[in-house]
């Protein structure tokens, strides 16, 4: 019998089916469980009575949110600046599920309305062949099954020493892979040894990668990584002649020309019960507790979804995709209600690794369109993942039978001391200071992609920045080394364990809606005042100016690259507001310096024709609202087993020749990320690395909005050192003086 496939990040399973009534407080609230159970339920009649499926297998199910004006006239929010609302219009309740045909094969898109106190269905389409929906968690958990208990892998494990009982696998997608039938709903898998329970598995990797069927749950093919020797003049040297994939009519490990290797066996655990049997292994003793304290309660408050704190609110919502998503954020300008951003999540990223030798060019997955960032959160625990005083929002997602998986602790919410928001000291003999401290509100969410975590921290600030913090974290992708193998394309951690060289890619979707629903682009480019040095105009030869563009046009200006010998940068405008005395449109600016880099395969590459958004830093796009939704997907709605560029998608949006984006209800992509060349210090835990992205206001204030933030005297605060210093500070002097 096949293993449960719950993931282990998901608490409850919601099974009732009784409750028909849909009521939201917000447009764009997440289904319920509820909603989720009967939109499956409403689906399996009408298959019955309409096609001839006998069996389903559910892989997605969410809303499909309402038309924007609608939901802003719902909110009460204009579309212009200064303007009125728009008339409430009746919003229908739909929702979206991709599911399996198990019998006959295919995928099968349904949209259903809600209407009359009953889900009905509208569409059930069958989707083209190539477009596979999103690797469900029960089918990742299921390839570790079907892998285990195959015969030809329980032989090689055991040339190389492991049991059956002692075979493990990590499934992902197949990346690309044309030897095989589009229609073939494929996973490939990392196979590794784990010699006790909870150890961690990763510090013993396996020679060859498996691929298997889903849907007939058997294995297809098992693949043999050539290997590295050291030739005579130093350099490299590859067994085989070429990283052309070896043909399915060939035995790969013949084809190889290489010798087994072994997995390594020494243990490198990160759990503290199983550090304890490390000899080497002492826990510091010298860290005193720190704790986060809110006698009073904390400053936000919650109204189901919907999220207020200071002068900022929005709505947190929660999908199997992007997970984490943040829509209708508004800011209390002294009174006015004004809109900033429409929706802000991922919507895509990609991880390619670097070596070139089949099948390790496989290695590139869409983590958010493969797998779903909501499908792969974790439960969050009071006092580890977020301190202080928090609450949590849950994340709930179809299973393959139609019943909803929750996720209790999905989403975070809490205050964090940031620093200091602005201070200055008046340096004169007398003169008098001011110091206030920032605190920002955090909204996050973590995901385990197999081996690897990332932590999503969408942060406000008091001076209306917003900023979307990446951390990324986890255990290294690994494959086994031979004794003193050269690696031209990673790193050898650790004795016979090799991390390969990759990036990691992600795009940012920003919906905007700066002080209304009709925005621009302006490109800024800051570059020297072309006059030379000892010329009348610039004399000195100092001078630089800024010079400004609004990007209009589709076809020629959506797709931008970042320019770092102009200084490049880019802001969101409303040219229908402008700043009393600069005389420049209100906007908001993107600071996303610190994240760009280039994407390292070669243009025609395989991932690179299939995650185009990876090509350039900025996309902006005329918005297209259809029956489900609004332009989303960068590399398209169905991403797994793509095998060129989608329709879909953001490369072909930008010559849609029809598309003015001046002035216009448009999305933006940006591309960030981290290129990660492996080491030592990052086994056998990585510790947090950061890619941070700043939404910052730019002519859309008065002044600074933080002025009206108290300066804070905090009495808990003491000197570390019994009293060596004054009681508040060095000088005595307190935060206001």
Known sequence: ????????????????????????????????????NAVSLAIRLYTTANTPIKAVRFITCTLVPPPKKAVLAALGIPLTPGGQPEAPTPIVRKAESDFLDVVNGGTFNAILSFEDGTWNVDTCELVGEGSEPQISPEELAFCEHVVRRDATVQALAKEVGVLPEQIYADGWAIGYDDRFPKHTRLQQAFVFARYSEHENLYAHPLDFVVVIDSLAEKVVQIDFPPTYKRAKDGSAELSVSSTVPCPLSEDSFTESKRERIPPPVKSYDFLPDLLQADPTHKPRDDIKPLHVLQPEGVSFKMDGNVLEWQKWKMHVGFSHREGLALSTITYNDDGEIRPIMY???????????????????????FDSGEYGMGTMANELSLGCDCLGQIHYLPGTYITHSGTPFIIKNAICIHEEDAGVLWKHTDYRPGGRHQTVRSRRLVVSMVCTLANYEYIWNYMFYQDGNIELEIRLTGILQVYVAGQDEPNPYGTTIAPNINAHNHQHLFSVRVDPMVDGLYNSVVESDIVPLSAPTGSKENFAGNGFVVKDRVLKSQVQDGARDFDWARERRWRITNGARTHEASGKAASYAIMMKGGVLPLMAHTDSWVARRASFAHKTLWVVRDKEGVDGSRMWPSGKYVPQTREEPEDSVGKWVKDGNGSIENEDIVLYLTVGTTHIPRPEDWPVMPVEHVNLLFKPN????????????GTNDPMSKPAFNGANGPNGTNGACCSH
């Open 699 to 710: 002519n859309f204030f008065t002044k600074n909005p933080s002025m009206d933030v108290p």
């Open 1 to 36: 019998m096949a293993p449960s496939a719950s993931p282990a990040t998901a608490t409850t399973v919601h099974t009732p089916v009784t409750a028909n009534a849909t009521k939201f407080k917000h447009p764009l609230d997440p289904l319920t469980a509820d909603e989720i």
């Open 343 to 365: 929706r802000l999540s991922l919507a895509e990223m990609v991880v390619p690794y670097g070596a070139p030798e089949f099948p390790h060019p496989r290695k590139f997955a």
